[in-house]
């Protein structure tokens, strides 16, 4: 009976030896990061454009400005995405996105966010007021983007145009890769709405 009891304990040891060494050798998962990528469907205009506009900086609320993905879980819950995050703050990567769509456009003769104010024509702001992966239908999952912007004559500061623009893009499923790829869509379709009311504004 001893030596059973004994033998017992040892082949208890060594699972659990073999359960722990399984759990130092198994990889922790790792982070995944993103960069918006919005794709245009047609391309840009070839017309000459006017002035010179300045892409001041992205402004985002503070509930999304983390890295981490935020997901919108419930009426009044989100989720924070440890393992899935944008390569920067997504403040900094919305903008490099308005630089990439409105650099090559026709709306202006040139778009910057280096420009010294003193001579730039136009200064353009943005305020993100919603930034999430809405998950609170596992069979409709979206990709929630909502930006304000704003158009000012760059020496008086005065505001000539100001519009809020939201997108819910539905995503193929409820992974990351999925809503980034719905926020991406979500982001092409409002950057598209956004040139051509700029080019509208600034025509008047």
């Known amino acids: 009976m001893m030596r059973m009891r004994r033998t017992a304990g040892r082949l208890l040891a060594t699972a659990v030896a073999l359960v722990a060494l399984g759990c130092l050798t198994q990889k922790p998962p790792e982070k995944r990061r993103y960069v918006f990528d919005a794709r245009r469907e047609a391309p840009a205009a070839t017309r000459e454009g006017v002035g010179v506009l300045r892409i001041d900086r992205i402004r985002v609320s503070p509930l999304f ?6 997901y919108r879980t419930g009426e009044s819950s989100f989720e924070s995405d440890f393992y899935n995050e944008f390569y920067a703050p997504p403040g900094v990567l919305l903008r490099q996105a308005l ?7 026709s709306t202006f003769a040139s778009v910057s966010d280096s420009t010294n104010p003193g001579d730039a024509t136009w200064l353009l702001e943005g305020q993100v007021d919603n930034l999430y992966g809405d998950l609170r239908d596992p069979r409709d999952p979206r990709a929630v983007l909502e930006i304000e912007f704003a158009l000012l004559y760059a020496k008086s500061l005065n505001v000539r145009f100001r519009k809020s623009y939201a997108a819910s893009v539905q995503a193929e499923d409820t992974s990351a890769p999925a809503i980034m790829a719905a926020w991406n869509e979500a982001l092409a379709a409002i950057l598209a709405e956004l040139e051509g009311d700029l080019r509208a504004r600034r025509a008047r």
């Open 99 to 105: 630089l990439a769509w409105l650099g090559p456009s």
């Open 65 to 70: 400005e983390r890295k981490g993905f935020v």
